[in-house]
């Protein structure tokens, strides 16, 4: 185990950890709301094919990133309707969702399987240059990879400095109370859905366009689903699902690591560790009403007509 | 419309109620297939001919026909799985974790006692699905009744944890000499046995036998309708002398119970064999189809009939139109969303 | 949000109301009611459960439309169609259950309600704004704290402080006091104090009597939903408001007096030094002791809120006591399940069928069965011998003259039927010992003398009764020992022969017994 090795698992772990973390943030702002995300899969799915054929189609990648972000607001819309407008069971409406944003992602991305895109440069922050070259190299990230702990910190600045960041809180935790104090429970779960939506898109943009560069069906790989288990271990904080993000990912990387320096772990039981860790952090917290999920999380907020 | 339902309101097993719901189903798949047709267009592919590939192989030929039911089988499972526990107001999202934990333990049995004839070894195998299932739902229940954890959240999480253990276990112990990633071939004594030289297996039996015995315990015995009670309002059921918390985690038992048992049928009855993706979100799909049925036995069968007739369509879809078998969920999830959102066209009463 | 002091002898009132009349299906909630509000002035609406007080002041709050009558703002009419329109005309009101947001903090909580809340949170102005009235008012919270963290006396100060910074200058408080420790209340009346000093116009809703005189400066007395009477505080006594809060004529109506109950006589239902524990907004049981009798119909008074409802659901066993035990039929039965209860021959009816006794989606016969299932079981369970239910069923509903559809699904029955339906249930068992809550509550004429009857037949046949209730002519009428419950304890128990409306009175507005002559 190196220094060198060492640092390659950060910088994997940096890397394929940023989308990660981009949605993961989304789906906090969503599920303050009070709304939970089962079909975030689909989203990013959809998200990332249509970011991709975008950059394919313009030679931009910003507009594919636009793109993304756009697509995965608009899913979530989806969500949004059945759930919150027709009234339909969260866990339910988001699996449907799961299952159209395979099928089409399916569908956008087929022409553009194999298809090489013009994708973000990648570069150094000015401190690193100095560093020898073997280490350096592990360090060039895109400008989305840089962006994201300030973002991470944007979306703690909003939910708790904003006042629609308090509005949003509130919905999550008692929407009749919100109402009366004279909010619209229903429009603002829709504007956390949105949001939540395009963080996810950036997530996804970030996914194909500048990490693996590449579209193929099913490339998300369960990342929906490690960002819901990563919005409980963070308890519902953007500043934790950092660390988070971290964790999560680099237990991939960390895998490589071991192996290579000759411990064998079966990496399917590492795999657990995220959701494991996750869950006795859940069981040593559960009894603290401070660490505890929104009150109103998963449940349809029936209005008062 | 109020003519056809009349006629059919004769027949003896078809009553107002049922047919009524019957109708507005049909309507409601009949839109969701003309929206997947319009995507179909878009895409620049004949809708048309579409249809014609989908019917044609799942019910134009008896071979088709048999895989469409093939398909069914362990949906009708897991549907059932949810569907119980949710009559006394409990969501079992954990289908897909309790699905995989009860075929390791039915394949543990498999490959441990090889020799045993098949009419003991496969009732073994079915009690370990349904220990392992019933295991991996204790969990969440038992978290819930001590007021730690939303079993919601815990489920969804070890819905992600089973299929690792499975393929630590594969790999590390079970897996086949030749082929790492699965385990041997079952004996044929640890194989459910087929039908008339189709893939249907015992497992069909099985899953309309326990949608029988869920159908009758709920209409008829007094456990269906204590629970009931508990699921209409479970503190009156509690204020009238029902056993609430007894109740809530044996049925959460039970629910992941026959999620074990879908599991061991899919590795027994379809696969012979057991690798770390063999589910494809079987357990999800059995949620939505006890969701779009309204818990209901008859309507559990006919969801997992349309639900496998589209994904048995997607396949010679992929070979003749070209298109990824992956977009015939699109199809799957414009169903969906129309039972989900209930248009005023269609509305009923709430199940 | 501070007013210059005003004098006390204000001359025109910031808000009346004007012949305010409210309706809800079956009861008539507000008759014509009057109201003058003014500056600088505690006023406190007094009267029992049901008098009309809480659904008044909803609709100065605008929870509630009035069906007539009018709303003036300093000889202003103005109307008043949501909480949020009342807010805007300085309306605040603290409800019984708080509206406070546990997971968010003190400050969090507030600023939601601040009028002019600025797009990006300027937390140390919202801070400073809180400490500064939180000062003058003697109201000490921190804002950084959870609601979850504080004490409901704690809660109750942000409730207020809540008001406070929304710019509130009428401040409706519902029950403030029942929730409080006494020496909270006694701060609570201090801070009130300072806020009327200030110029702030206070409505207290309440049923205590010392509260009342302690610190009201003009008192109204509601009594079933007609105004008794306004008086100042000078002119105000306890015999005054409790002869305006309670009907004039003691009840009349004799009722077969029963077999004199033997001491020796093993209780049915013995509760000694038996107390609970409240959770949240619920009452805790101080102390309780209690014996029911064979024959005996022990009736339970009191304004609802004081304990009544814990106090059926630790007969019954579906809350436990924390103190003292239980005994029925002479067994210690302090920690046996409800199913227990049921079997050994107790019967429930609970004040609200819909909510407590029955399963809304299961047909009227279904839910017949629902209590004794075991009874009606075959085959192990397999079968359920629906003939049987409802022979029994019909039996007792012939016995009781009451008719309702056995087919339908419960919750299409109306409050009435639904309320038959329960006593039809609990009555075919031929318990032993009934708990009925506010037995007939919502009932029409004819089903209340059935429902009461029913009792009757049944302590006749040696059954005891625990008859809650907030109708004083019922429980006169139909008791053989008399309780009084206030606030979670046994303010006095008699014989309805030895007491009278003013002395049963007295206790359960907390004030001290006089006893006054019968006459």
């Known amino acids: 185990m190196t220094l060198l090795s060492i640092l390659g698992v950060l910088s994997s772990a940096i890397f394929s950890g940023t989308s990660l973390l981009y949605t993961t943030l989304g789906e906090v702002i969503d599920e303050r709301a009070g709304i939970v995300n089962l079909g975030l899969e689909g989203v990013l799915l959809v998200s990332a094919s249509s970011g991709f054929a975008v950059t394919a189609i313009s030679g931009n990648p910003y507009l594919g990133i636009l793109m993304s972000m756009l697509a995965g607001g608009l899913m979530n819309m989806l969500l949004g309707y059945l759930a919150i407008t027709r009234k339909a069971n969260q866990l339910a409406s988001g699996l449907a969702l799961m299952f159209f944003g395979f099928g089409l992602s399916a569908l956008i991305g087929k022409p553009y399987v194999a298809v090489k895109i013009h994708s973000l440069s990648r570069f150094l922050l000015p401190g690193m240059a100095s560093l020898p070259l073997k280490y350096s190299s592990l360090f060039k990230f895109d400008v989305?990879?840089?962006l994201v702990i300030p973002v991470a910190v944007l979306v703690w600045w909003l939910l708790y400095r904003t006042r629609w960041g308090l509005s949003v809180r509130a919905v999550g935790e008692n929407a009749d109370t919100a109402f009366a104090s004279g909010r619209n429970p229903r429009l603002i779960r829709y504007q956390a859905l949105f949001v939540g939506g395009m963080l996810a898109g950036l997530g996804a943009a970030h996914l194909s366009i500048a990490y693996t560069m590449n579209w193929t069906e099913n490339m998300t790989a369960g990342r929906g689903f490690i960002a819901v288990a990563l919005v409980i271990f963070s308890k519902w904080d953007p500043l934790r699902a950092i660390v988070g993000a971290l964790v999560f990912s680099g237990a991939v990387a960390f895998q490589l690591l071991l192996q290579s320096s000759g411990v064998q772990v079966s990496s399917f039981l590492l795999d657990t560790i995220p959701y494991i860790l996750t869950l006795i952090v859940l069981i040593a917290w559960g009894g603290n009403r401070r660490h505890s999920a929104p009150a109103m999380l998963g449940r349809v907020y029936q209005g008062s007509e | 419309m109020s003519k056809i339902t009349e006629r059919l309101t004769r027949f003896p097993l078809f009553g107002q109620k049922t047919v009524r719901t019957g109708m507005r189903y049909l309507l409601m798949i009949l839109f969701a297939f003309l929206m997947f047709g319009v995507i179909l267009l878009i895409a620049g592919i004949d809708p048309l001919k579409s249809y014609e590939d989908i019917f044609s192989s799942t019910l134009g030929s008896a071979y088709g026909f048999s895989e469409v039911v093939v398909s069914m089988i362990p949906m009708l499972i897991t549907a059932l799985a949810v569907a119980l526990p949710f009559r006394v107001g409990l969501i079992n999202i954990g289908g897909e974790g309790q699905l995989f934990i009860g075929a390791a333990f039915a394949t543990f049995g498999a490959l441990t006692f090889p020799n045993l004839p098949a009419w003991?070894?496969?009732?073994?195998?079915?009690?370990?699905?349904?220990?392992?299932g019933a295991l991996w739902a204790f969990i969440p229940g038992y978290l819930k009744s001590i007021g730690l954890v939303n079993e919601t959240i815990t489920s969804l999480l070890l819905n992600s944890v089973a299929p690792k253990i499975v393929g630590f276990l594969i790999l590390g112990f079970w897996h086949s000499p030749r082929d790492t990633v699965r385990t041997p071939n079952f004996v044929d004594a640890a194989r459910l046995p087929t039908f008339f030289g189709t893939r249907v297996h015992l497992g069909l039996v099985?899953?309309?036998?326990?949608?029988?015995?869920?159908?009758?315990?709920?209409?008829?015995?007094?456990?269906?309708?204590?629970?009931?009670?508990?699921?209409?309002?479970?503190?009156?059921?509690?204020?009238?002398?029902?056993p609430l918390a007894k109740y809530l985690v044996i049925v959460m038992c039970l629910g992941g119970a026959i999620a074990g048992l879908a599991g061991m049928v899919q590795v027994s009855g379809f696969y012979g064999t057991l690798f770390p993706n063999f589910s494809m979100s079987l357990g999800f799909m059995g949620f939505m189809i006890?969701?779009?049925?309204?818990?209901?036995?008859?309507?559990?069968?006919?969801?997992?009939?349309?639900?496998?007739?589209?994904?048995?369509?997607?396949?010679?879809?992929?070979?003749?139109?070209?298109?990824?078998?992956?977009?015939?969920?699109?199809?799957?999830?414009?169903?969906?969303?129309?039972?989900?959102?209930?248009?005023?066209?269609?509305?009923?009463?709430r199940s | 949000m501070l007013r210059k002091s005003a004098s006390h002898t204000n001359l025109k009132p910031i808000?009346?109301?004007?012949?305010?009349?409210?309706?809800?299906p079956g009861v008539l909630a507000n008759d014509r009611l009057d109201l003058d509000l003014y500056a600088s002035e505690i006023h406190a609406l007094l009267g029992e459960n049901g008098a009309g007080k809480s659904t008044l002041m909803k609709i100065l709050y605008g929870f509630y439309h009035c069906d007539s009558g009018e709303i003036l703002f300093n000889e202003q009419p103005v109307a008043i169609h949501s909480p949020h329109a009342a807010r805007l005309h300085q309306i605040g009101m603290v409800f019984q259950d708080f509206s406070l947001i546990p997971a968010l903090s003190v400050a969090e909580n507030i600023a939601l309600f601040l009028p002019q809340l600025p797009a990006v949170l300027n937390i140390k102005e919202i801070n400073h704004r809180i400490r500064e009235v939180s000062k003058r008012y003697d109201l000490q919270v921190n804002p950084h704290a959870m609601v979850s963290q504080l004490s409901i006396g704690e809660q109750q100060k942000v409730e207020i402080l809540k008001l406070l910074l929304a710019e509130a200058t009428l401040l409706i408080l519902d029950e403030p006091t029942r929730v409080l420790a006494p020496h909270e209340t006694e701060a609570l009346f201090k801070v009130l104090d300072s806020l009327r000093k200030d110029g702030y116009a206070i409505v207290l809703i309440t049923h205590k009597m010392k509260e009342v005189l302690e610190c009201a400066d003009r008192i109204t007395v509601l009594r079933g939903g007609h105004l008794a009477g306004t008086l100042l505080r000078s002119e105000a006594s306890e015999d005054k408001l409790v002869a305006l809060m309670f009907e004039k004529k003691m009840a009349t109506l004799q009722v077969n007096r029963k077999r004199d109950i033997s001491e020796s006589e093993v209780p049915l239902l013995e509760l000694s030094e038996a107390g609970t524990r409240a959770e949240g907004s619920q009452t805790s049981l101080k102390a309780i002791d209690l014996k029911i009798r064979p024959g005996e119909i022990v009736g339970v008074a009191g304004v609802s809120g004081n304990g009544q409802k814990e106090l059926g659901d630790l007969a019954l066993g579906m809350i436990k006591c924390v103190q003292g035990r239980k005994f029925l039929f002479g067994k210690d039965f302090t920690n046996q399940s409800i199913q227990q209860v049921r079997r050994s021959g107790v019967g429930f009816i609970p004040e609200n069928p819909l909510t407590m006794a029955i399963a809304p989606f299961m047909t009227v016969l279904q839910n017949m069965a629902l209590t004794?299932?075991?009874?009606?079981?075959?085959?192990?369970?397999l079968r359920m011998d629906w003939k049987a239910v409802k022979d029994d069923a019909e039996r007792t509903m012939q016995a009781l003259e009451f008719s309702f559809p056995l087919y339908v699904p419960a919750r299409s029955l109306s409050g009435g039927n639904l309320q038959r339906m329960v006593i039809v249930r609990e009555m075919t068992q031929e318990p032993h010992l009934i708990i009925a809550s506010y037995l007939t509550r919502g009932l029409d004429v004819q089903s209340t003398i059935a429902a009461r009857r029913a009792l009757v037949q049944a302590r006749d046949k040696g059954a005891g009764i625990l008859l809650i209730s907030e109708d004083l002519e019922e429980l006169f009428s139909l008791s053989d020992r008399l309780i009084v419950l206030y606030a979670g304890a046994i303010a006095g128990s008699f014989k309805p022969e030895e007491t009278n409306v003013f002395e049963v009175g007295y206790l359960m507005t907390g004030s001290e017994v006089q006893h006054v002559e019968n006459n």
């Open chain 1, 144 to 146: 989305l990879i840089y």
């Open chain 2, 206 to 242: 099985l899953g309309l036998v326990l949608l029988v015995i869920f159908w009758f315990v709920l209409k008829y015995t007094r456990w269906g309708l204590e629970m009931g009670a508990i699921g209409s309002n479970p503190q009156a059921a509690k204020r009238n002398g029902i």
């Open chain 2, 290 to 349: 006890c969701w779009l049925a309204g818990g209901d036995p008859l309507g559990i069968v006919l969801m997992a009939f349309v639900v496998s007739v589209i994904y048995s369509g997607g396949n010679l879809l992929q070979l003749t139109r070209g298109l990824p078998y992956a977009v015939i969920n699109i199809l799957l999830a414009f169903t969906l969303f129309i039972v989900l959102a209930r248009p005023n066209f269609f509305k009923g009463k």
């Open chain 3, 372 to 381: 004794r299932t075991w009874r009606y079981a075959r085959a192990g369970g």
């Open chain 2, 120 to 132: 003991l070894l496969l009732p073994l195998m079915a009690l370990l699905g349904m220990l392992g």
């Open chain 3, 15 to 24: 808000v009346s109301m004007r012949a305010i009349t409210k309706s809800f």
